[in-house]
């Protein structure tokens, strides 16, 4: 699994995890300033489509591999916007 980036919304604070790892964030508050918390509800739900997503394009694919490789940035989405969506080259 791809490492993701955890970010603090606050002060900036971020950190490289496994892919797994990313739950381990999930309502923990950031270690830096210790005034927000790290992956929120919302994130945590956005995580988990993006996840689905990802295991669609697999079974698109017939042999298990994904037929697309992209990046989601998913903050514009806590504000009701659209997450910007980059293919990976």
């Known amino acids: 699994m791809q490492n993701i980036n955890v970010k603090c919304d606050k002060c900036g604070w971020n950190k490289e995890v496994s892919g797994d790892g990313f739950r381990e964030w999930h309502n923990k508050v950031c270690p830096c300033c210790l005034d927000s918390v790290i992956i929120d509800d919302k ?35 806590r504000d009701g916007k659209l997450p910007t969506i980059t293919e990976d080259k």
């Open 43 to 77: 994130d945590m739900a956005i995580f988990l489509m993006v996840k689905e997503i990802e295991r669609m394009d697999k079974e698109l694919g017939g042999d298990g591999e994904p037929q697309y490789h992209y990046r989601f940035d998913t903050a514009p989405m």
